[in-house]
């Protein structure tokens, strides 16, 4: 139960595996053989060198030109640790905390960022013992790297900062008695390599896509019920559709829902209407635009989470010490804000189906409850999906379109890449609740369709949902059932193929 931590690929699948196992992490051999040689490297040549280099003898950003003697190096990097933590706002959960410590470790363990074997291994004890360091959803800009929330991240490596260590938040001195650690004695460039890097970004979206996939593929489910209840059409499933289009995501769309469909009594009945809303006979296209966007930023994020992203990068073999710019987020910002459009796109036609259900045709009820009138029945928590669907386009104004100068000019253009990597997170939690309510609403109108029964794989899914949550015959408390359908999405586990497949 031990992930290695080396130069081999880490992908969206082996973090799955690894959180859903609660694997434990170590380096491998060459990681810890390159740690190693590249603080070598580092310490010799500042022995044998005094000219200024970035970072190492230097100030940071427009103070870059401040050489720093010898002395005085340790308490520079203490330095710009504290300094540095300045964020606020909403706390990191503690899912995402734990990802930038895996991510933050992956990165320093190729040997270009010149950290202390003991700074890597404390961060992975860290992620072993389940010790989160408090850190705050604001104050990064997504270039020179995440700045603010990898120095709370940092922090409890120097006594300094808070933590949450089985679910009792504790200050750093607290843990280092109940561990007996001493704080790590920070060496020249390792302030900068915890600091710099684009690890807050790259939690975010490994999480939000993890969350991505799981939600598309109950948006094909939850919208493949919601077919049934409407007495919805088979045809535009068919293969030969989208053999003739052929969009990866498309065609895998249509053939996750013919699945779905597969034995079912309601979808073979006949006297079907010639044609369904957009919302119900184009899932394909709109579900499958999505995946395929899926795709496209779940390569830019395993590119970045496998990595160097601090600054300035060490190269031992051709003895170079580069200033380059890999901290910065454009590549994630503009993949956020994908990611963010592409599942709003989910929300909005989850609504639009959930209307339909609810308005009362195809010999459906009025807000698809026995005596409307006396009873509302479904008829707000389609306001409700309303309300979050216009809410999530509101949020998927592009980050990455923006940038402000900060440091004296010296850093003149950044990548909002962390606020659109939060805000994309709110919008896919958003769409989370959209199908939750859609679910609510599918299952109520399948029930109207009895004695026909759907597939096996339906039936299945309204059988284990009934258990959470009962047919609605009269009015009642419908935000308890709106919870309820969220926990039933949320606790649903999906194995790897199902997932990525």
Not at 102 to 113: A, R, V
Not at 442 to 463: C, D, G, N, W, Y
């Amino acid at each position: 139960m031990i992930h290695y931590i080396g130069t081999s690929h880490l992908s969206l699948s082996d973090i799955q595996t690894i959180l859903l196992e609660g694997k434990k992490i170590a380096l491998s051999e060459e990681a810890i053989e390159n740690i190693q040689k590249c603080r070598a490297y580092l310490d010799d040549k500042m022995e044998r060198e005094s000219a200024p280099i970035y970072g190492i003898n230097t100030g940071f950003g427009s103070l870059c030109d401040v050489k720093i003697d010898k002395e005085n190096l340790t308490l520079l990097q203490e330095n710009l640790v504290m300094s540095h933590s300045c964020g606020t706002g909403d706390r990191v959960p503690q899912e995402i905390v734990k990802l930038m410590l895996l991510l933050k470790i992956q990165s320093l363990s190729y040997g270009h960022s010149g950290v202390q074997l003991v700074t890597a291994e404390r961060l992975i004890t860290m992620f072993n013992e389940g010790i989160y360091p408090v850190i705050y959803t604001q104050g990064s800009l997504g270039a020179s790297g995440d700045l603010a929330p990898l120095a709370h991240l940092a922090l409890p490596l120097i006594g300094e900062g808070t933590v949450v260590y089985k679910g009792e938040e504790i200050s750093s001195s607290v843990l280092f008695e109940k561990f007996g650690w001493t704080k790590i004695i920070l060496q020249s460039k390792e302030g900068l390599a915890l600091l710099n890097g684009t690890q807050f970004m790259s939690a975010y979206g490994v999480y939000n896509l993890l969350k991505a996939y799981k939600l598309s593929y109950f948006a094909d489910a939850i919208g493949t019920i919601s077919l049934e209840g409407f007495n919805g059409n088979k045809s535009p499933f068919l293969a030969y559709s989208h053999i003739i289009r052929p969009h990866n995501g498309q065609l895998q769309t249509a053939a996750r829902i013919l699945s779905f469909l597969e034995d079912s009594e309601l979808i073979e009945q006949e006297g079907k209407a010639v044609q369904d809303p957009y919302s119900f006979r184009c899932m394909p296209q709109v579900h499958g635009a999505s995946k395929d966007t899926f795709a496209f930023v779940k390569k830019t994020f395993e590119t970045e989470i496998n990595s160097v992203t601090d600054n300035p990068n060490i190269f031992i073999e051709e003895d170079m010490i580069i200033s380059a710019g890999n901290f910065h987020g454009q590549p994630l910002a503009l993949g956020a804000d994908y990611l963010a459009i592409a599942m709003a796109e989910l929300g909005s036609i989850s609504e639009r189906r959930t209307y339909q259900l609810i308005s009362g045709l195809r010999g459906l009820p009025a807000f698809l409850v026995n005596e409307p009138g006396l009873n509302s029945g479904f008829m707000i928590p389609q306001y409700t999906a309303a309300s979050i669907a216009s809410a999530n386009k509101q949020l998927c104004t592009p980050s990455s379109i923006d940038s402000i100068v900060s440091s004296n000019g010296q850093e003149d253009h950044v990548s909002m890449g962390a606020n659109g990597a939060v805000k994309c997170k709110t919008v896919i939690d958003n769409v989370e609740r959209i199908l939750a309510i859609e679910l609510l609403n599918a299952t109520q109108a399948i029930e109207f369709r009895r004695p026909l029964k759907s597939s096996p794989f339906i039936e299945s899914m309204v059988e284990a949902y009934r258990k959470e949550v009962p047919f609605v015959e009269v009015d009642r408390l419908l935000h308890n059932d709106i919870q309820k359908s969220i926990a039933f999405i949320q606790n649903f586990v999906l194995d790897k193929e199902v997932l990525f497949g």
